[in-house]
């Protein structure tokens, strides 16, 4: 039977819960990424790594590209966690050049939440001031958007069975 890692990184909580989510449903050992080291990774045979994305950016993902060496052998996914402003393309050329050293991870977007009220003040001011795509894409964007959903996590599923 093969042993299965979750690692997240979340800032507002919504890559958390699918984090806890998915473990509990596939029965992994979860781990914020502060709470375990590189050296771990032998332990597993698939590494699932979850995280929220700025601007484009998956927060935390210097974990998965420190570990490359580590993980050339292992299952990975990759999950990341926002409001589906960005593709595929954009998320692989922010976060992974060259690309085909990533070419045996596999990549998934989830929907998570946005609420205005809940932003730390640099955020705010982000949102506000146009950092990122939100104000172009969601046009009043001081409206609360809940997506974050158990069922989202289905494709991640399929896939690992």
């Not at 420190?66 to 292992?74: G, M, P, R």
């Not at 393309?89 to 690309?99: G, K, Q, R, V």
């Amino acid at each position: 039977m093969s042993k299965t890692v979750i690692i997240y990184k979340t800032k507002y909580n919504n890559t958390k819960k699918y984090a806890g989510w998915l473990a509990i449903k596939i029965n992994a050992d979860l781990y914020e990424i502060s709470d375990i080291k590189s050296s771990d990774l032998k332990n597993y045979d698939t590494i699932i790594f979850g995280a929220s994305i700025e601007n484009g950016y998956i927060r935390g993902v210097e974990f998965i590209k420190d570990n490359l060496e580590k993980l050339k052998n292992k299952n990975v996914i990759v999950f990341y966690v926002g409001l589906g402003l960005y593709s595929l393309d954009e998320i692989m050329m922010f976060n992974f050049l060259p690309t085909y050293l990533y070419k045996n991870i596999k990549f998934f977007e989830l929907k998570g939440d946005f609420n205005y009220s809940k932003l730390s003040f640099i955020d705010k001011l982000r949102v506000s001031y146009g950092s990122g795509k939100i104000p172009s894409n969601i046009v009043n964007y001081k409206e609360e958007i809940k997506n974050t959903n158990k069922s989202n996590l289905e494709p991640i599923l399929e896939f690992l069975r």
